[in-house]
């Protein structure tokens, strides 16, 4: 059986996707692609079966991940029932997710740049929405989810070994 992340963001076009496409081209180099399965959704449905912005795949391709072949879903409480962590962009996704899993949801839940120890020592938990954004901000947005994955990856280490 895998251990199942989930990323989420409000529309799961340009943070939750990059998140999730970053944790999982890490997972082969720590030795965890057979056993964690990765995969994200949005908060909202606005932009349920879009591709991911083009600005999200801009800044991945840049970093040398593809992003082409993501499509935008919405999170629904069953889902949640089949996620063992699910890792949100800001505290509002934190309140909306926690909200909608109730007290029957096992799945851990947590803000992703909780595992960041450079976020956390600033207090920074939050992933910037780059949305309203240029180039540049999508750029930052990265750079924040890479530190937060290499930190998701050394807590998934522990707990699967």
Not at 55 to 75: C, E, I
Not at 126 to 133: L, N, Q, S
Request: negative net charge.
């Amino acid at each position: 059986m895998s251990y199942r992340v989930c990323f989420v963001c409000s529309g799961n076009i340009c943070r939750s996707p990059m998140a999730e496409i970053v944790l999982r081209a890490m997972l082969p180099d720590a030795g965890l692609a057979d056993q964690v399965e990765v995969d994200s959704a949005g908060t909202g449905d606005w932009h349920a079966g879009d591709p991911a912005d083009r600005r999200t795949v801009a800044a991945l391709a840049k970093a040398g991940y593809d992003g082409d072949q993501h499509v935008a879903r919405q999170l629904d409480p069953p889902y949640l029932q089949t996620r063992d962590l699910i890792l949100v962009a800001d505290n509002g996704h934190l309140h909306d997710v926690l909200r909608m899993a109730g007290a029957h949801s096992t799945a851990r839940v947590q803000l992703m740049r909780e595992f960041d120890p450079e976020a956390v020592t600033a207090g920074t938990l939050e992933v910037d929405d780059p949305y309203y954004g240029n180039a540049s901000d999508f750029d930052r947005c990265l750079t924040q989810i890479e530190a937060a994955c290499a930190g998701v990856v050394e807590e998934l280490k522990r707990e699967l070994r």
